[in-house]
């Protein structure tokens, strides 16, 4: 990335992304009226722009009418992709790992052809990895585990370790795009929020916590999968890294509410579904005992 905008959060550096996609379409047309492509089930903030592009209606039906000129593909479906695109278009916004709608990575074959797609149109690929970014799948961004590069990225979560800052940055033909005066922050980056991104940069820096994390995620996968071979109600794990998931049949709720009892706090990736996000610095008897408490709930 060539250019960087610190923000607050994530669902900001959201919104400044997608500044960044409808003024590139400004600047070649002289017209505002730019479509973005999102994904169905996708989730990037609760901010209005941010919600606009959230593929989950539940989150949009009390706050309408939503930011025109969003259209919606399905994930993972590359020709739902194409449909979509049209000479308005300037921007195909996704998350490496889609979190919210049920935990599902992009496939290579995907990704890389919105890539494609992005190239043959001059459209902006747009990646949010505020959730599966910061070496959450063993890569400093999930996008680097697939060999593409996109246009903009948005990092928020682990960027500032709990203290609350988020990013969008910019590369080639985006970077060029916003000028002094399009974008502002009243507190962004700030010098608290600095000082814990420049402390939790020198920590991945200083560490082998990317390989440790490919470690104790493939561990911590044949754990779960021992859970889908053991367990009759547990369908499928699917994630990357340590960011997994397993989906039941049936209604997660009362086992979150048990393992929380017994002190394990893990939530819901959908009304089925389990997600785990342990911190990345879990160690395999951590695990152990995680999946100790797990069983417990299952049976």
Not at 34 to 41: F, K, P, R
Request: proline share 5%; charged share 20%.
């Amino acid at each position: 990335m060539e250019k960087v905008f610190f923000t607050n959060s994530g669902t900001e550096a959201i919104e400044g992304a997608l500044k960044i996609a409808r003024k590139f379409y400004f600047n070649k047309t002289g017209s505002p009226a730019g479509e973005i492509i999102a994904m169905d089930h996708s989730f990037h903030g609760r901010s209005m722009g941010a919600l606009a592009v959230t593929g989950q209606p539940k989150y949009q039906e009390a706050f309408g009418p939503m930011m025109p000129n969003i259209k919606f593909a399905q994930f993972n479906n590359l020709a739902s992709v194409k449909e979509q695109i049209n000479e308005k278009t300037c921007a195909i916004l996704m998350e490496t790992v889609q979190g919210e709608g049920g935990l599902y990575p992009t496939t290579a074959e995907f990704l890389s052809g919105v890539k494609k797609l992005c190239e043959e149109y001059d459209l902006l690929l747009m990646l949010d990895e505020i959730q599966c970014g910061m070496g959450r799948v063993g890569e400093m961004f999930a996008y680097q585990a697939y060999g593409v590069i996109p246009d903009v990225v948005t990092s928020a979560k682990a960027l500032g370790c709990g203290i609350p800052v988020g990013a969008f940055a910019a590369r080639g033909k985006a970077a060029a795009v916003l000028e002094p005066g399009d974008h502002g922050t009243t507190y962004g980056f700030n010098p608290l929020a600095g000082a814990a991104v420049e402390v939790v940069l020198d920590i991945y820096e200083q560490t082998a916590l990317f390989n440790h994390v490919k470690v104790v995620s493939s561990y911590f996968e044949a754990k779960l999968d021992e859970l889908v071979r053991d367990y009759p109600g547990v369908k499928e794990r699917r994630g990357m890294g340590l960011m997994q998931a397993l989906e039941l049949d049936r209604p997660v709720a009362d086992v979150i509410a048990k393992a929380q009892e017994l002190g394990l706090i893990i939530i819901t990736a959908g009304p089925n579904v389990l997600r785990f996000l342990p911190p990345l610095v879990i160690e395999k008897k951590q695990i152990d005992e995680m999946i100790g408490i797990l069983k417990v709930c299952l049976d």
